[in-house]
Antibody, heavy 121, light 108 residues
Framework: DVQLVESGGGLVQPGGSLRLSCAAS????????MSWVRQAPGKRLEWVAN????????YYVDSVKGRFTISRDNAKNSLYLQMNSLRAEDTAVYYC??????????????WGQGTLVTVSS | DIQMTQSPSSLSASVGDRVTITCRAS??????LNWYQQKPGKAPKLLIY???SLQSGVPSRFSGSGSGTDFTLTISSLQREDFATYHC??????????FGQGTKVEIK
């Protein structure tokens, strides 16, 4: 069975850093784009970043550009999100998701259970 | 950026009701529209992709339609396990995705 398990969330002060991990199992990670999506309390889902199968392409939402870095280690079946210069508005549950590309359409078909990041002093 | 607007933001319905949720894009997105179901404290679950394709394992009472800027998710006969929040998402480009604000379906 496909499984995605996030870890690394927690409480961090504004300006601090955190590294999220997503452990993938049940499928070949190197065959898929992967994504991070977050959801602040009471807010809509917000796409954060996408990374290509070999890590050669990365895309970010404007609000995290220059602060967050998505990466992957296919040999370790893991996806990462390095978050620097954290702000209160980054407080959210962060989900990793597997991305399917059907040739025309993209969609996230499996999601992890999420990890909570709280940015507060 | 493409903005996604869902309506209504919430609705109350009874078991057996037909429920329709609408999602509108700020510009044409062809059929690059996905629908997810989310229950409290849980991860989103893919229901419909490419506007009208049913994800494997999803009950056939769920259906999607639309193209361009206007899309709908229909639940033909609401079941107790369908009470949840539903999100639309545009994903035409891998470089920028956006979600609707969500529609919460509650028990009447």
């Amino acid at each position: 069975d496909v499984q995605l398990v996030e870890s690394g969330g927690g409480l961090v002060q504004p300006g601090g850093s955190l590294r999220l991990s997503c452990a993938a199992s049940g499928f070949t990670l190197s065959s898929y784009w992967m994504s991070w999506v977050r959801q602040a309390p009471g807010k809509r889902l917000e796409w954060v970043a996408n990374i290509k199968q070999d890590g050669s392409e990365k895309y970010y939402v404007d609000s995290v550009k220059g602060r967050f870095t998505i990466s992957r280690d296919n040999a370790k079946n893991s996806l990462y999100l390095q978050m620097n210069s954290l702000r209160a508005e980054d407080t959210a549950v962060y989900y990793c998701a597997r991305v399917v590309f059907s040739g025309i359409f993209y969609y996230a078909d499996f999601w992890g259970q999420g990890t909570l990041v709280t940015v507060s002093s | 950026d493409i903005q996604m607007t869902q309506s209504p933001s919430s609705l109350s319905a009874s078991v057996g009701d037909r429920v329709t949720i609408t999602c509108r894009a700020s510009q044409s997105i062809s059929s690059c529209l996905n629908w997810y179901q989310q229950k409290p404290g849980k991860a989103p679950k893919l229901l419909i992709y490419a506007a009208s394709s049913l994800q494997s394992g999803v009950p056939s009472r769920f259906s999607g339609s639309g193209s361009g800027t206007d899309f709908t998710l229909t639940i033909s006969s609401l079941q107790r396990e369908d009470f949840a929040t539903y999100h639309c998402q545009q994903s035409c480009s891998i470089s920028a995705w956006t979600f609707g604000q969500g529609t919460k379906v509650e028990i009447k």
